[in-house]
């Protein structure tokens, strides 16, 4: 691949969620439909499900329109409190979601309760927890930045078919409508209903009302770009808006006699005072592509026919944090049309008979699961999704714990998408699990990105690759190799594999890095160390779940340091080293950037020995923990690191060194060099943005109390020398890592730091 392809790629991969969110969204928020195709499939009456005796039978049309179809909630509100029975749905897209839930027989304020028990701010993302990452997945995101993945596909890039995903926002439909799994004829729903979805190889628009009711849905609201399309039926499938985004058609073909449609799209501007940059005339490109379709289906509704147009001034398409407000702009809406709808209402004796007929078909017998088969596609063993799945024959479905299985079976990072379906038979219904393996997750690369400048003398500026083949040779092992350039020099590769919960790497390594130091032996003497080491080594070790690891190794190389005048005894040029190791890992963190919860502990003790020509004879201890502590957006970290080596040196092997943000904050990065070291710190920093649905990218402010210092001998330790610092900063967590701007001062020293990389 050229440079330039690279270029495209690696900027494709960065802006992807913002451009798929502004053409993607921008379809619902103009109300885009595509001319609809002449030759529509024809939609069947629905059976009639209700008596309809002295009233006309009605139908109400839910539009698409993302977050602004929480009107429809109020809309439907408010019918209930006229008393206005609903006798068939048709929707699309948001529509879609709401007609669904009230066709399996909620009412409004159950419907409410379930919109209020979505999380909006993170059912959109499927990054997955950190702390549901395996052990091994763990420690690659330590050394990288961004969590952007650019798979390999027969040596070619592959990017995702939808930005967004989709697999939170298809589990907790598929929980909501688990019930419901079995009832593949949605004129037997409670209400029968119709969701509308647009086939992406034709343009025509797929009106779904059999089948699974979960696939269809979520195919209704599948926006192009954002979410990868729904295979059903058959069909490659997306958003109906694309194609039907106010489907009146489909209601009257339902056999209704009256509809009350709910529009919740924007007109395209009428004025050209309206088009005044670029982002306009987008807008109002997109809202022009499909605007005749719509308008012919608005200009359909006539004589008893009610048209209800809620508010969506200022109201966005991805304002999913805005349920309440489209929940009374809905409702309000609804109450303004109170002239046309009186004429729907039913007395209260024909109300009560209604709800008694709806209730009736409410009850869905319980889905008694008779067998249950794992659909792997995926790279992954089999067996290690198998001990995920904790449902059984002879077990009831339960959307909850189907959801929690299908959320622990996705994070083991290697699927597209993972659901399940239930094949109703004569008495046995049988579970699949699917696991589908996504394109380009067994080979991908990784990128990071490191900036830290105080604005003086020092600046750093690294840049990071790293490449995993996660089936290397077809073996199984992992091949992992890492690689990063700038300020510091980083080469890594290993060979990772597992046999249960142990494991075995063998690994290569080179490594250099350059500080301007200050040496606690030297009176405060500065002078610039550098230090090149490589080697090969072997570890092996055994997993505790994903929260722990405890590894042993060897490794066997050099080093080679270039320094001023430090007193070092080692002599320029390449050293033999030997040593073997031990260490344990504990880690729960919830982030690396800005941790909020979970746990990080090592301990790691190498000894290095004169065995097999070793230069250096001596051992080191290393303790470091960190533990956040949160309450609401407020969170301190606290976080400390101890260090010693057994006998007084100077030959800069195994030095520890301190300074820099939070590391004795004030101080240039990595001045003080030592043999023993301690060092406490407390971070505290409180979240100012609320949590955002689509894109969050939160902004903080804090500051920071640090203690420590560095000695060349335990006797020298003392807590009567120890160094205080204390920082200030504002922060964010941005689409290309976490952004620091901090302030410290540690004695007479202060620096002004710009960050753009972790900290913690």
């Known amino acids: ?57 009605i139908g109400l049309v839910l539009g698409g329109g993302g977050a602004k179809g929480f009107a429809h ?19 699309t897209s948001m529509g879609a979601v709401v007609g669904s839930m009230y066709a399996i027989g909620n009412d409004a304020s159950e419907i409410k309760a379930i919109a209020r028990g979505i999380d909006w701010a993170t059912v959109f993302d499927d990054t997955l927890k950190r702390e549901d990452l395996s052990f091994r997945r763990k420690r690659e995101d330590r050394g990288i930045l961004l969590d952007y993945r650019l798979g390999l596909q027969d040596g070619k890039p592959v990017l995702p078919k939808g930005v967004l995903g989709g697999q939170k926002l298809f589990a907790t439909v598929q929980e909501l409508l688990a019930p419901w799994s079995t009832t593949t004829d949605f004129d037997a729903l409670p209400i029968p209903f119709r969701a509308v979805a647009t086939n992406i190889l034709t343009g025509q628009h797929v009106v779904m009302g059999q089948g699974n009711m979960a696939t269809a849905v979520f195919a209704s609201m599948s926006i192009p770009a954002a979410f990868a399309p729904v295979r059903r039926d058959g069909l490659l499938l997306v958003d109906g808006s694309i194609s039907d985004n106010l489907p009146v058609d489909v209601a009257r073909q339902m056999g209704v006699d009256v509809v009350i449609v709910v529009d919740v799209g924007s007109q395209p501007a009428s004025s050209p005072d309206e088009i005044n940059s670029a982002l306009d005339v987008f807008g109002q490109m997109q809202m022009l592509l499909g605007w005749e379709s719509i308008r012919r289906q608005r200009e359909s509704i006539a004589g008893r026919d009610v048209l209800i147009e809620p508010d969506i001034t200022d109201f966005s398409v991805t304002a999913f944090n805005e349920l309440e407000m489209g929940i009374a702009r809905g409702k309000d809406a609804a109450a303004k ?75 083991l990072d290697e699927f597209e998408r993972v659901d399940y379906d239930v094949l109703a038979g004569e008495g046995a219904n049988a579970l699949t699990i699917n696991a589908r393996g996504t394109r380009g997750a067994t080979r991908y690369f990784q990128f990071g990105l490191a900036l830290a400048s105080d604005f003086g003398s020092e600046s750093d500026f690294d840049l990071a690759v790293a490449y995993t083949d996660r089936d290397f040779l077809g073996t199984g092992a992992e091949w992992r190799g890492f690689a990063r350039v700038g300020s510091n020099v980083l080469f890594d590769a290993n060979l990772h594999k597992r046999f249960g919960r142990f494991f075995v790497e063998p690994n290569v390594f080179y490594e250099r890095y350059t500080s301007v130091i200050t040496q606690a032996s030297s009176g405060g003497a500065r002078t610039t160390l550098q230090l090149a080491r490589a080697g090969i080594g072997f570890d092996a070790g055994l997993l505790f779940g994903n929260w722990g690891e405890l590894r042993v190794g060897t490794r066997f190389g050099g080093v080679n340091p270039t320094e001023g005048d430090t007193g070092s005894t080692v002599a320029s040029g390449w050293q033999r080293d030997v040593d073997w190791h031990i260490g344990f890992t504990h880690d729960t963190l919830d982030s690396l950037s800005f941790p909020t919860s979970g746990t990080f502990a090592q301990v790691q003790v190498t000894d290095h020995v004169s065995a097999l020509g070793g230069t250096f004879d001596r051992s080191n201890l290393f303790v470091t923990v960190q533990q956040p502590l949160s309450v609401g957006p407020a969170t301190v970290v606290l976080g400390g690191r101890m260090g010693t080596t057994t006998q007084q040196s100077v030959d800069l092997l195994g030095d520890f060194r301190l300074g820099g943000f939070l590391n004795l904050s004030g101080l240039t990065q990595n001045t003080l060099l030592g043999q023993q070291m301690l060092f406490g710190r407390a971070v505290g920093f409180y979240r100012l943005s609320d949590k955002a649905p689509i894109l969050d990218m939160p902004i903080f402010v804090g500051g920071s109390f640090e203690v ?41 020293d202060t620096s002004v730091y710009l960050v753009l990389g972790r900290v913690f």
């Open 708 to 748: 420590g210092n560095v000695w060349e001998s335990r006797s020298d330790i003392s807590l009567g020398n120890l160094r205080t610092a204390a920082s200030g900063f504002v922060a964010a967590n941005t689409l290309i890592g976490p952004v620091w701007l901090a302030v410290g001062q540690s004695g007479s």
């Open 73 to 91: 909630i109020g809309v439907i509100e408010e019918l209930e409190r006229r008393q206005i029975p609903i006798d068939v749905i048709s929707g």
């Open 337 to 411: 049309m109170g002239d046309k709808l009186a004429g729907l209402s039913v007395s209260d004796a024909q109300w009560a008979a209604y709800l008694a007929e709806r209730k009736a078909r409410i009850s869905p017998q319980p889905i008694r699961i008779a067998s249950v088969k794992i659909a792997n596609t995926s790279k992954v063993e089999t067996r290690y999704i198998e001990p995920l799945v904790t449902v059984r024959p002879g077990d009831t479905l339960d959307g909850p714990s189907m959801s929690r299985q299908v959320a622990n079976i996705f994070a």
């Open 1 to 57: 691949m050229t440079p330039n392809k690279w270029l495209v790629v690696a900027t494709t991969r960065l802006l992807a969620p913002w451009l798929a969110l502004v053409a993607a969204f921008g379809l619902s928020a103009a109300s885009t439909h595509a001319q609809t195709p002449a030759a529509q499939p024809v939609v069947s009456s629905a059976t009639p499900a209700f008596s309809a005796v002295s009233r006309p039978r």
